[in-house]
């Protein structure tokens, strides 16, 4: 089992920049992938981008891209989320998940497809 604890998030202006950061702990920390989703309130929590370890392969919704960027600290097993150019709509309660087995991939990523997840960074943006 992975442990994960996610950090970054706060109240930024819309425009503004925050960057998420994920730790991993654990015997299978720094394996397959690790995803971000977020949960808006009343809605469902859905996917918003992955890095696979192995390769560095990515994915972004589409909302997220050229926006977002995904990267990695392997020596530190931990997962950053750059967010720029930030909208009221992406505020949301953020996680991070991993999963060992998991790869990225151009399809998009699912809650299932995680096993391991985070307890959860707020994101608000407002003026």
């Known amino acids: 089992q992975v442990q994960l604890a996610e950090s970054g998030g706060g109240l930024v202006q819309p425009g503004g920049s925050l960057r998420l950061s994920c730790g991993a702990s654990g015997p299978t920390a720094g394996y397959g992938s690790t995803g971000w989703f977020r949960q808006a309130p009343g809605k469902d929590r859905v996917g918003v981008s992955c890095?696979?370890?192995?390769?560095?392969?990515?994915y972004y919704v589409d909302s997220g891209k050229g926006r977002f960027t995904i990267s990695r600290d392997n020596a530190k097993n931990t997962v950053y989320l750059q967010m720029n150019s930030l909208k009221p709509e992406d505020t949301a309660v953020y996680y991070c998940?991993?999963?060992?087995?998991?790869?990225?991939?151009?399809?998009?990523?699912?809650?299932?497809?995680?096993?391991?997840w985070g307890q959860g960074t707020q994101v608000t943006v407002s003026a």
């Open positions: 998940a991993t999963d060992s087995d998991y790869y990225c991939s151009d399809n998009g990523i699912a809650e299932g497809d995680f096993h391991s």
């Open positions: 890095i696979t370890s192995s390769d560095g392969t990515t």
